[in-house]
């Protein structure tokens, strides 16, 4: 059983960046591929961004691919989401999420563990 936990959300302009970070229990957080999904009211929930367990392998979703970056530290127990160049259509309550597994998957339902969410306000 792994538990995540976000924070870092919040409200911010258009332009700017906001860091999210995940915290993840177990000692065998290297074996969890990690992602961050998002959902806006009245939307499906979106893949934004995936990383394997060594962290050498991440991928995008197509909105996010060059303002967003995620990273690991798997000393720490932690995954995290810089977001640069925030637009207010980036507004969302952004979830962690981890799965056994080699590679990110962009399905949602691929994943086993989610946090309880953590919002993100764009302003324009």
């Known amino acids: 059983q792994v538990q995540v936990v976000e924070s870092g959300g919040g409200l911010v302009q258009a332009g700017g960046s906001l860091r999210l970070s995940c915290v993840a229990s177990?000692?065998?957080?290297?074996?969890?591929?990690m992602g961050w999904f998002r959902q806006a009211p009245g939307k499906e929930r979106e893949f934004v961004a995936g990383?394997?367990?060594?962290?050498?392998?991440?991928n995008y979703g197509d909105s996010v691919k060059g303002r967003f970056t995620i990273s690991r530290d798997n000393a720490k127990n932690m995954v995290w989401l810089k977001m640069n160049s925030l637009r207010p259509e980036d507004t969302a309550v952004y979830y962690c999420?981890?799965?056994?597994?080699?590679?990110?998957?962009?399905?949602?339902?691929?994943?086993?563990?989610w946090g309880q969410g953590t919002q993100v306000t764009v302003s324009s």
């Open positions: 999420a981890a799965r056994v597994g080699s590679a990110p998957s962009r399905i949602h339902n691929d994943y086993e563990y």
């Open positions: 177990g000692r065998t957080f290297r074996n969890y591929v």
């Open positions: 990383i394997s367990g060594s962290g050498g392998v991440t």
